[in-house]
């Protein structure tokens, strides 16, 4: 089975209930690609008002933006996995970088969150990527492979069904600069190439690599294009509707 083109925008902490509902309309009733799966990182807040309005047919899931590590217990404004998939959320993103510099996740916290998840029955967005620093020194390769390493690596091939991976140049967050489709295409391949020596090339070609750093409707079909680019992980450009319709589908 061919890996899916994925379009996941990631609202952050973004938008209230009733402008997350407007912005979903939009993507429901615009004309986009249906061989396309979009899926939307919302806040907490958003999920219960979000499956109300978007029906199942129209192919949007939804994302929890994190979750913590334990099934229950006294951590006073965590969300644990169980209660998401209590919720019917399909999916969840962990690891992105915002939380590992923010809130000081490691890789070892991460693989406790990645367990927690796939034992809850969720679907994982797993985030890896590298600062400018680390780019410039030429360790980009090395240092996202001992994230992978460190934390996705533990699960098993039929574990790895669950997961779609997300590239994040650090340097290209929210900054307007963006990795070129040949640095991208590098990176992608090289992270493939970590799954195939790890899992086997049924694995590597199994699994949907997205691209996250500053993707908009002008750079989107450029970066799509790329043999190992299987979508983005969109920021900004996720919270303008009729951008991230563009977007969908640029493949």
Not at 122 to 129: E, N, P, S, T, Y
Not at 156 to 165: L, T, V
Not at 216 to 223: D, R, T, V, Y
Not at 242 to 247: D, L, N, P, S
Request: charged fraction near 20%.
């Amino acid at each position: 089975m061919a890996r899916k083109n994925v379009a996941a925008g990631n609202w952050k902490m973004n938008t209230t209930i009733s402008q997350g509902i407007e912005l979903a309309q939009t993507l429901t009733s615009a004309e986009r690609d249906k061989n396309t799966l979009v899926i939307l990182a919302v806040p907490f807040t958003h999920i219960f008002p979000l499956q109300k309005k978007i029906k199942a047919s129209s192919k949007i899931q939804l994302a929890a933006q994190n979750c913590h590590h334990k099934t229950s217990g006294a951590y006073t404004g965590e969300i644990s996995p169980a209660m998401l998939a209590d919720m019917k959320v399909p999916y969840v993103v962990l690891g992105h970088s915002e939380r590992r510099e923010y809130n000081h996740e490691d890789n070892a916290l991460l693989a406790a969150k990645l367990r927690a998840a796939l034992d809850a029955g969720l679907k994982v967005i797993f985030c890896c990527g590298e600062a400018l620093e680390i780019r410039k020194a030429g360790k980009h390769v090395g240092h996202v492979k001992t994230q992978l390493i460190e934390s996705l690596f533990q699960l098993d091939a039929q574990e790895m069904k669950s997961i779609i991976i997300a590239y994040e140049p650090i340097w290209a967050i929210g900054t307007g600069e963006t990795a070129s489709p040949a640095q991208a295409q590098e990176m992608h391949a090289a992270i493939r190439n970590m799954l195939q020596k790890k899992y086997g090339k049924r694995v590597a070609d199994n699994t949907s690599i997205l691209y996250g750093g500053s993707v908009n409707g002008g750079n989107a079909k450029e970066l799509f294009s790329q043999a190992d680019v299987d979508g983005g992980l969109v920021g900004g450009a996720s919270l303008k509707g009729q951008e991230f319709v563009q977007i969908i589908n640029a493949f």
